[in-house]
């Protein structure tokens, strides 16, 4: 078993709805990083959270530090939000654990 | 502006050839990493960098070398003891506190010809 796992592996959605991406994690962590990985691969950090939530723009991160779960949502979800979307834990002080990211899809 | 760059962006390898990637930062950042991307699973850690003439291996190190001469630069060399390199590969790098965000490059794609 993977020590994070993201939820759904894919998913696709029409514009203005409200997406949620869901990761666990199965290890003691010092931080939770959402990263946006767009299709010529180059990676962009979203978040980086060691609790409760964070907002920017439509994104909103949370994270449950009890439950080893973490949220990422976007409202009212545009085209150009299609990418893949990547949960990173950090374990210690410079390993960082990938998920194996949710590909999502907006259709206009 | 600041940011990572990496070169080049598309990469071909012969058989039995070494080849190096490069990655180049203008933000100052203490500590550099470099992760393999392959289809369908997590990046993971190649080697990394805390400090100028200080690098640690990271999970998958075997058939790789980097070197750490300056601060900016951080090349990883693919030598022919990497016998599966076809990946997708990406330098980081960050300020070095733990909770700090990480800045990607673009990424370079290699390939055996």
């Known amino acids: 078993k993977n020590e994070v796992e993201q939820s759904p592996q894919n998913l696709t959605a029409q514009e203005g709805e409200f997406i949620t991406i869901n990761c666990s994690y199965s290890?003691?962590?010092?931080?939770l990083h959402w990263l946006q990985q767009h299709p010529g691969g180059g990676i962009v950090s979203l978040f980086m959270?060691?609790?409760g939530k964070k907002k920017h723009g439509r994104l909103i991160a949370t994270i449950n530090i009890q439950e080893k779960h973490s949220s990422l949502h976007i409202t009212a979800s545009h085209p150009r939000d299609s990418a893949v979307y990547i949960c990173?834990?950090?374990?210690?002080?410079?390993?960082?654990?990938f998920g194996q990211g949710t590909r999502l899809t907006i259709n206009p | 502006d600041g940011g990572i760059t990496q070169s080049p962006k598309y990469l071909f390898r012969k058989e039995g050839q070494n080849v190096t990637l490069s990655c180049e930062q203008n933000?100052?950042?203490?500590?550099m990493y470099w992760y393999r991307q392959d289809p369908g699973q997590g990046l993971r850690l190649i080697y990394y960098?805390?400090?100028?003439?200080?690098?640690q291996k990271g999970d998958i190190a075997e058939g790789y070398s980097v070197s750490r001469e300056k601060k900016e630069s951080f090349p990883l060399t693919v030598t022919s003891a990497q016998k599966n390199p076809t990946a997708f590969y990406l330098c980081?790098?960050?300020?070095?506190?733990?909770?700090?965000?990480?800045?990607f490059g673009s990424g370079t794609q290699l390939s055996v010809l």
């Open positions: 960098s805390q400090i100028v003439n200080d690098f």
């Open positions: 959270l060691s609790s």
């Open positions: 980081a790098s960050r300020r070095g506190s733990t909770n700090e965000k990480l800045f």
């Open positions: 933000l100052n950042h203490d500590a």
């Open positions: 290890v003691g962590i010092s931080a």
């Open positions: 990173a834990v950090m374990k210690g002080a410079q390993k960082l654990v």
